[in-house]
């Protein structure tokens, strides 16, 4: 099974493609390739690389069959128009060279910190832990010990 990280694009190649405005919807709200792809339950990055891959005239009419169900687009003319203006705007074909970034919603790898400073922690953390049991051992040597002559009398006894 491949990684997700190594089946999709950049996000910043097809944001032009993903965020551009489809129409309306009912509510008046601006719908775009993103939220009309979400809307049919598609992952619109792995939707878009899909589209990227294919020739211009059937990814036009692939999308154009994905706007049946956008409001506002009733005609089969409208749907190709949009179609072909949103297809010019996909980066050219996404090739196995290109497939080797994380989606945007994944963690930047860049986040997480280098080897060498969890080492550093693990090994600052051992020395902190054995300093506190070095000073617990000093402290416990140095309190007062019992003196020789304490030792042969009891408590309440009178001389």
Known sequence: MMSAKAAYPPATS???????????????????????????????????????????GLAVRKLAEMFESVPGLSSPADRANLAGRLVALLPPGVDGANRAYARPHDPPTAARPPLAAIVSMILLYGALMCMGEWLSLCMSASTPAESSTDRGSTPGATQ
């Open 14 to 56: 097809f944001n032009a493609f993903l965020y551009a405005s489809v129409g309306d919807d009912k509510n008046g709200m601006v719908l775009t390739v993103l939220s009309a792809f979400a809307r049919q339950d598609v992952d619109p990055w792995e939707q878009a690389a899909d589209l990227s891959r294919l020739s211009p």
